[in-house]
């Protein structure tokens, strides 16, 4: 079956640091990568897709110059969340996609507390 | 870009009684549409789609409307058990490959 994994699952890193977090499909081709963020006591927000031998495309208010993506193969993402302050905590989703389908298949997330 | 609705930010019911959340969406290509349910300090959990080809979906206690026309979708949950309690969220896939998220409603079954 499709599976996602992401890891860490959970992780604190002390404001101004930067933490990168990783998602790997397992069972299937992730040819689109879509990674959202969840605030607390909020919605998943999309932060950018990625598309394989694509540009990835960052959503109103984030950047690649705050959240650089790399997508090198189809079945690994990762996201790196630079100079984290106090409003980028909450749960990062990592959600892949096979092209032609809708579904996406979504990891547990990676928790980030920033201190 | 397509915007997703969530009419309900809270429910409660009783225990056996049925819960009803509805969703819109503005994308008149979405064709699909997924339930996601979230307990406290989890991530998300599948739990039934439909997609624009049919208007009604069943799964156990679970029941998805899509009406098109309206731009509209609904998960029923029949005979709600307390375990049934989190946060729904609904979704659509517009045009793109990746999901628009609702603001999620947060279900509560009361004994």
């Known amino acids: 079956g499709a599976l996602v994994y992401q890891y860490p699952r959970r992780t604190i890193c002390k404001s101004g640091t930067s933490m990168r977090m990783e998602c790997q499909a397992v069972g299937f081709q992730a040819t689109s990568v879509a990674w959202y963020r969840q605030s607390p006591q909020k919605t998943f927000e999309l932060i950018a897709l990625s598309t394989v031998n694509s540009a990835i495309k960052y959503e109103q208010n984030f950047t690649q110059e705050k959240f650089p993506i790399s997508h090198p193969n189809l079945s690994f993402s990762s996201m790196t969340v630079l100079n984290a302050y106090l409003e980028d905590r909450g749960l990062y989703l990592c959600g892949a996609g096979d092209r032609g389908y809708a579904e996406q298949f979504f990891g547990p997330g990676t928790r980030l507390t920033v201190l | ?111």
Not at chain 2, 31 to 57: C, M, T
Not at chain 2, 66 to 92: G, M, N, V, W
Request: charged share 25%; aromatic share 10%.
């Open chain 2, 1 to 111: 870009g397509e915007k997703v609705e969530q009419h309900e930010s809270t429910l409660s019911v009783r225990e056996g009684d049925s819960a009803v959340i509805n969703c819109t969406y503005t994308d008149t290509a979405s064709s699909y549409f997924p339930w996601y349910k979230q307990e406290a300090g989890k991530g998300l959990h599948f739990v039934i789609d439909i997609r624009s080809n049919v208007d009604r979906k069943q799964s156990q206690r679970l029941i998805v409307l899509l009406d098109k026309k309206a731009k509209r979708f609904s998960l029923h949950i029949t005979a709600t058990q307390p375990e049934d309690s989190a946060i729904y969220f609904c979704a659509a896939t517009g045009s793109g490959t990746y999901q628009r998220f609702g603001t999620g409603t947060k279900l509560q079954v009361v004994p």
